[in-house]
């Protein structure tokens, strides 16, 4: 496959990947986040910031994109026991996303640059939840006119 700088395409490897990983044991993973959570332990591809800068008088261009993951793990009942369990969910998550070196060969090379555990308010529910940042890069030829 060739190398895109398309956010959507490397969102969708995302979120397809995440769904068919049995480990990770998500009931649903969505591309984008939602306002109502269904079920969980679930999670969200959310694509954030693509930055592109010229490389070569050639009109290539390296992209750099970055997306947010966010992990919904269980209600809020015992918060010691619920952020615990976020934690994992999502170091096991961070490890998951950071075997995805090349995106089905669709970027030069990606990693997780950052994670936070804590929770988030969707619908009326309280939820242990982790926010995985996800970067890759890759490189592409600018159409000529």
Same mark, same amino acid.
């Given at each position: $496959?060739?190398?895109? +700088?398309?956010?959507?395409?490397?969102?969708?490897?995302? *979120?397809?990947?995440? +769904? @068919?990983?049995?480990?990770? @044991?998500f /009931?649903?993973?969505?591309? @984008? +986040?939602? +306002?109502? !959570?269904?079920? *969980?332990?679930?999670?969200?591809?959310?694509?954030?910031?693509?930055? #592109?800068?010229?490389?070569?008088?050639?009109?290539?261009?390296?992209?750099? $994109?970055?997306?947010? !993951?966010?992990?919904?793990?269980?209600? $809020?009942?015992?918060?010691?026991?619920?952020?615990k369990?976020?934690?994992?969910?999502?170091?096991?998550?961070?490890?998951?996303?950071?075997?995805?070196?090349?995106? @089905?060969?669709?970027? !030069?090379?990606?990693?997780?640059?950052? $994670?936070? *555990?804590g929770?988030?308010?969707?619908?009326?529910?309280?939820?242990?939840?982790? #926010?995985? /940042?996800?970067?890759? !890069?890759?490189?592409?030829?600018?159409?000529?006119?």
């Amino acid at each position: $496959m060739a190398l895109t +700088d398309n956010v959507s395409t490397v969102t969708q490897y995302l *979120v397809d990947q995440l +769904d @068919g990983e049995a480990s990770l @044991g998500f /009931t649903n993973v969505f591309f @984008g +986040d939602q +306002d109502i !959570i269904p079920s *969980v332990p679930c999670a969200s591809v959310e694509p954030g910031i693509l930055a #592109r800068e010229l490389i070569e008088a050639r009109r290539f261009v390296q992209a750099q $994109m970055e997306f947010i !993951i966010t992990v919904y793990v269980a209600q $809020m009942e015992n918060r010691q026991t619920n952020l615990k369990n976020a934690l994992l969910k999502a170091e096991a998550t961070r490890d998951k996303l950071d075997t995805y070196q090349t995106c @089905g060969d669709i970027v !030069i090379f990606s990693y997780c640059t950052s $994670m936070e *555990v804590g929770t988030a308010l969707r619908g009326n529910n309280l939820l242990a939840a982790a #926010r995985i /940042t996800f970067y890759a !890069i890759s490189q592409v030829q600018l159409p000529s006119a």
